[in-house]
């Protein structure tokens, strides 16, 4: 990966997936950092990245036109809480919003896989931040049929092609959202399973730390590789120009926040945003308004 300053989008061309016809998640090293930046450098990087954001993110919010959603999806402990504390650290909280997708409960079992998603999805002028997401749908529930059992699907329509609907229905839903105005990145922190039972260790040996880990952890890591083979479905079938994945490599932290904040900045310096412009009766409002102001009392 090379990067500079002048050309952010340099530091995402190998990680960006626009097309799944090809897709190997094999050819994605969860352990590569961008070619000659070390950790001080990408901090400064980082830094400037996040500065930016929310310069953009002010115009975002003025214009109130587009929106943006970002997926974060991963395995246990690849870091999404952390990467989504940093590059959203400067931005106005008041133009972010950010839902953790649970366990469906019963009101959203008797609805369709993405109607709960919908409610959540970002107004016009907002960032939106999923950590976890409707791919839930066609990663967790892949590997637990009792999950799908548990929505009282029509036999008739869990028929051979089940998955690959699924995934049609996402990457219809998703191009749906662009046409409307909701801009969507979608990033997969890509770690390695030797880097995530350090991670799992290192929970284990800090007492503060020891609630973030829970028994399905252990249980979901004995599933390794056929999780690797649902992510690669996934992106795979959903990566699109209007939707792109990030293939985000997250064994080291620093390197993983610095793609995140740069791929947010490369999509929202793509809509042009523009601080709206006064209409010339309301210049005369303002005259009046520094009128009154600087005669008062």
Request: net charge positive; proline share 5%.
């Amino acid at each position: 990966m090379k990067q500079s300053r002048k050309n952010p989008a340099g530091l995402l061309k190998h990680l960006t997936v626009t097309n799944g016809k090809e897709f190997r998640l094999r050819d994605h090293n969860p352990d590569a950092t961008p070619r000659g930046i070390n950790e001080a450098a990408a901090l400064a990087l980082l830094a400037d990245g996040i500065a930016r954001l929310s310069a953009l993110q002010e115009r975002l919010y003025a214009q109130g036109t587009w929106s943006l959603l970002c997926v974060f999806q991963a395995m246990d402990a690849a870091g999404k809480d952390g990467t989504i504390k940093h590059v959203m650290s400067g931005v106005n909280p008041q133009g972010v919003r950010v839902h953790a997708f649970k366990s469906p409960g019963p009101e959203e079992l008797a609805h369709d896989f993405l109607w709960r998603v919908s409610r959540e999805l970002p107004p016009r002028g907002q960032i939106g931040i999923f950590n976890r997401s409707h791919y839930e749908e066609v990663l967790v529930a892949r590997l637990h049929p009792e999950i799908v059992a548990h929505q009282h699907l029509p036999g008739e329509r869990q028929g051979k092609h089940f998955w690959r609907h699924r995934l049609a229905d996402i990457a219809a839903f998703e191009r749906y959202l662009d046409r409307q105005g909701c801009i969507v990145i979608k990033f997969f922190l890509n770690i390695s399973r030797n880097e995530q039972r350090k991670r799992l260790l290192a929970r284990l040996d800090t007492p503060s730390k020891q609630w973030k880990i829970v028994p399905s952890d252990i249980a979901e890591r004995a599933r390794w590789d056929e999780y690797m083979k649902a992510y690669e479905a996934a992106i795979a079938a959903t990566a699109t120009k209007a939707a792109p994945w990030y293939v985000v490599p997250a064994n080291n932290k620093w390197a993983a926040r610095l793609v995140v904040v740069e791929a947010i900045v490369v999509a929202l310096s793509a809509l042009n945003l523009r601080t709206p412009q006064l209409a010339a009766e309301d210049h005369l409002w303002l005259a009046e308004a520094r009128h009154l102001l600087e005669h008062e009392g």
